[in-house]
């Protein structure tokens, strides 16, 4: 088996950032799996399905025609790294992510990801799911408001004017249907290192993720 690290936790806690910042540490793979979900739901506004619709959900969950290359994501040849970003679209895959057949179709197309030297994958099941094995799993928290201001500010970065108390809203909202879904819900393994970033900065962060890789001797 690979070296496996996996960098579990809610939405705007900097598991990007930080799993970005492990695989230049240790030269190992990326695997962006909200991504994955986020394409699925980009697909899902794309081509109208309803989600009531499970054939044709699973059936798009399954041959899902995505591509990542070099850090852009490209959906049937199209390049919707953007795209896949806005709200409309982290809505519906929190919605689609909570539907126990989406997952089971998206389960191998993540494990095929780990692949010598080794995988930093990010996600929300990774530790517990989709990696149970993995060497080395982190667990990132963070509160919501915390989360929201950070989130307020990377749109502000990208010239989006928006309103904090819906942004913490709607992260409250996806939290809770996160974490109280039936299948693979947001629950930190109970081997994985919890790191409170609510205080810390991302080099605070990433020092705390490297002395706990350290001592699993990657
Ligand atoms: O990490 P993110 O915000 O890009 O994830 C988008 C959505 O996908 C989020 O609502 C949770 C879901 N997700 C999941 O259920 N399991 C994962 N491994 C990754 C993401």
Known sequence: MHTIVT?????????GTLAQ?????????FLDSGAIYRTLAYGVIAKNIDLANMPELVNLAESLPVIFESGRVLFDGKDITTAIRNEEVAAMASKVAAIPEVRAALLQRQKDFAQAPGLVADGRD????????AHAKLFLKASAEVRAERRVNQLKNQGVTVNIAQ???????????DQNRSVSPLVPAQDAFIIDTSDLNIDQVFEKAKEFLQKRGI
């Open 126 to 133: 990774m530790g517990t799911i989709v990696f149970p094995k």
């Open 21 to 29: 910042l492990l695989c230049d540490y240790t030269g190992f793979h």
């Open 167 to 177: 942004i913490t809203r709607d992260i409250m909202e996806r939290d809770e249907r």
């Open 7 to 15: 960098v579990d936790g809610p939405s705007g806690v900097g598991k």
